[in-house]
Each structure stands twice: as C-alpha cells, then as structure tokens.
C-alpha cells in the first residue's frame, strides 16, 4: 500500500489565510492561545499541500478553500472536497515548528508521528512503556538512550491516531517492536506495533497489530504505521503555490 509523507515549516505558511475554507477560518480565529493557533495552521496547510497532489487540486487559494479538513468526533482529520467526503485518509503531526502529513488514497487506517530525541525521566518510562520496551531502553548506550524513547514514544502515538484513540487509551496497550535499531541510516527502517487488549494469565492478549515504518534525522524521530501493511513513504514533490499555480504532479 502506498504511503505518501510531506513535512512543511511554519516558514512555508502564505501570510494570507485566504486558503482556509470558512469553517477552518472560523475555527482558527475561536483559537487564543498563540502556539495552538500556530500548530493547527501549520498542520492544515501541510494536509492541504499533500492534498492538492494526490487529488490534483491546482495548488491557490480558491481550490484550497474547497479542501476541508475536519475533526471526527474522535478527533481524527477528516478531509471533505466542496463538501462530499474526499477517497482519502490522512494524518497529521507536528513538532517544534515542523508538520509531517501522511496520506493514503484508500479508507485504511494509519497515523505519523514527529517526536524530539530529548531526555526523559525514569519515572517517565516506568509509567509509558511496558516491559519489553523498558528492557530495551535499558540496554541502549547513553547516547542513543533518547533517541530509542523518541522512536518508541512516536510509534505509540502513531498506532493511537491509527486507533483514532490518542492518549485516552494507555500507551501501555501499545508495544512497538523496531525490526532493526540503527540510527545511522538517514532511510526508513521498518517497524511494528502491537495493540493489546490487556493481561490474562500473564500474557498479552494481542487485538491488531500496526506495520510501520521509522526514520532518525536531524534530532528528529518520524513514525508512521498502517493497516493494511505499508509500503516505505514516498516523499511528496509539490508545486508553487499561488494564484498562477499549474496543476500539481507527485
């Protein structure tokens, strides 16, 4: 199954919301808090940027007002063309200035996640990670201590917006499984996550499990899993924005 991925900066953002359909402009200007406002931009412009490649939708203002993205009453990004349900499910992530979408052009589901290499606690792993995912923690050197919990942190949540649950789960539930754990590579390795309906008689009752895949660059951990298995991302190329915009090409 293909997967699509974009990242986009708060620096790419038009100054001019003009691109925002008029539910989206309401909702933003109901936003107070600075940084919320700030992250919520900057992930629908980077949905609506891999949107208008794969729906080849011209990429200025006036096609971009048509794109709407949506909260599911679970919370998940839900997108609409001129109102009627687009044939497409995304996923939206952002970190420290930077927004990751991934995309499917399928009903299928599938959650990214952008997660900072930065240290954490003992206490933070005795209450987040299971077992299995503490003994490998433990066992990794200094060095790459924060960058394993990013990777097992990003993964959960990516599996919980897979689930459309977020944290309301507990991201014990969740066991991330890396297949390879070098972070020298700057490609994507592959990985999976198992979603477990709780303990009996000491073992793990597995309900789904979520195919992904992971990539370390930059001080930077992005995840991204699905079911059915996907394919590794394929990097978006988009077009110039603006009024004089041509049809867009992946």
């Not at 989206?24 to 107070?32: G, K, Q, Y």
């Amino acid at each position: 199954m293909n997967v699509y991925w974009l990242e986009q900066t708060e620096a790419d953002i038009p100054t001019d919301h003009d691109w925002l359909s008029a539910s989206e402009a309401a909702r933003l200007n109901a936003m107070h808090f600075p940084k919320r406002r700030a992250d919520w931009l900057l992930g629908r412009w980077t949905a609506k940027r891999s949107l208008s490649v794969c729906l080849d939708v011209p990429a200025h203002p006036q096609h971009f007002q048509r794109l709407e993205i949506l909260a599911a009453p679970s919370g998940a990004p839900e997108v609409c063309f001129d109102s009627h349900p687009a044939a497409v499910t995304i996923s939206i992530s952002h970190r420290a200035g930077l927004a990751a979408c991934a995309m499917a052009m399928s009903s299928v589901k599938i959650g990214c996640d952008l997660e900072m290499s930065e240290p954490r606690s003992d206490a933070f792993v005795a209450d987040y990670f299971t077992f299995e995912e503490q003994t490998l923690i433990a066992h990794a050197s200094a060095a790459d201590r924060p960058r394993v919990l990013a990777l097992l942190w990003s993964a959960k949540e990516s599996a919980l917006k897979a689930l459309h649950e977020g944290l309301r789960l507990d991201s014990r539930s969740m066991i991330v499984i890396p297949c390879a754990l070098s972070f020298d590579s700057k490609g994507w390795s592959q990985l999976r996550v198992r979603h477990t309906g709780g303990r009996y008689t000491g073992a793990y009752r597995a309900e789904e499990v979520f195919h992904g895949w992971w990539q370390h660059a930059d001080n930077m951990v992005r995840t991204v899993v699905a079911a059915p298995p996907p394919d590794p991302p394929i990097l978006l190329r988009i077009p110039a924005y603006g009024p004089d915009a041509a049809s867009p090409c992946a």
